[in-house]
């Protein structure tokens, strides 16, 4: 009778933990309004003392979330989308082959987010592998030499990736550097505020739903960006809380995204296929004073959250 006794204990101290975790969780009623799913958007930044971005469109619907939409956020990794872009657009022109071969110097390696950095001497990859990782696991040094093809000179290459994002409207989205190339970074106010790059959540938003119609470079590069985005390893935002389990026989959620982060900023932009709908998703956590490099850093889970009331609200 007593190991009856402590087994209901500790399912019930289980099942209360559950519930707790759930809290985080929203699901909000058919009757919300945009208004208010705005409003509760909006006070996600007092959980990181911050600043907060959002921007996230129903295709199916073409409804508009959004919070701060048109500000300037530091993009961190996010910025390797449009280098991809960028990089696809010259294969598409016959300027890059994808199946070349690119020698990585040791002595070109970086650190922080990549594989490359650990692996033994020069490195021998295709340009195309080299894209990939620089999306998927997000590799610093693979980011650095994709963007070496992109130009002769430093500026050139940097320009190339702007002067692409401007042709599908991205006016305010910019690279600023290469990653970690201390000898190259710009001494600009733009460069001092924003590090590697900065855009606008609507921006992305824009620019993952020219993807989602086949409207970057053409529908065959279009998928294949998408592709290689649903690859992407980190699981820390945008698909953190989605209701993966909670679905219905047949239903299914897919996401296809790109995050960035440094220490003060989290950011995460996607398209979310989901049961009802699909959507892109552009989230910009900003000034964090919780610089944590963890599991439970605030602005991560504020941007988690944030994804899935946009989640819940589309499929309610």
């Known amino acids: 009778m007593k190991r009856i006794f402590i087994i209901l204990l500790f399912l019930q101290f289980i099942i209360s933990c559950f519930v707790f975790q759930r ?104 340009l195309i592998d080299l894209a990939t990782l620089m999306i998927i696991l997000s590799d610093n040094t693979a980011t650095n030499a994709i963007i070496d093809q992109l130009g002769v000179s430093h500026d050139q290459k940097l320009d190339y990736v702007n002067t692409t994002m401007e042709a599908y409207g991205l006016k305010n989205t910019k690279i600023l550097n290469k990653v970690f190339s201390y000898a190259t970074k710009k001494n600009t106010p733009e460069a001092k505020r924003f590090g590697l790059g900065y855009s606008t959540p609507r921006e992305m938003g824009n620019l993952l739903e020219q993807i989602y119609y086949n409207k970057v470079i053409d529908s065959f590069f279009s998928n294949w960006i998408i592709r290689i985005m649903k690859n992407q390893q980190d699981e820390t935002m945008i698909r953190k809380l989605l209701p993966y389990y909670e679905l219905k026989e047949g239903e299914k959620i897919v996401v296809a995204n790109k995050t960035g982060a440094v220490d003060r900023s989290r950011i995460d932009v996607g398209i979310v296929y989901s049961p009802k709908c699909d959507f892109v998703i552009a989230i910009f956590a900003d000034q964090s004073k919780d610089t944590r490099w963890s599991y439970d850093n605030k602005a991560e889970n504020a941007v988690a959250k944030a994804a899935r009331i946009v989640y819940d609200y589309f499929n309610r």
């Open 23 to 126: 809290k985080d969780f929203y699901y909000p009623s058919k009757s919300l309004t945009k208004n208010l799913i705005e409003a509760d958007l909006t006070n996600l930044s007092k959980d990181y003392s911050g600043t907060f971005g959002l921007f996230a469109k129903n295709l199916k619907t073409g409804e508009i979330i959004s919070v701060n939409p048109d500000s300037l956020f530091p993009t961190a990794s996010v910025i390797k989308l449009p280098v991809l872009i960028a990089f696809f657009t010259k294969v598409k022109y016959g300027e890059i082959n994808p199946n070349e071969y690119a020698i990585v110097k040791d002595s070109q390696k970086v650190g922080g987010a990549g594989i490359i950095q650990f692996f033994e001497g020069d490195v021998k990859m295709k």
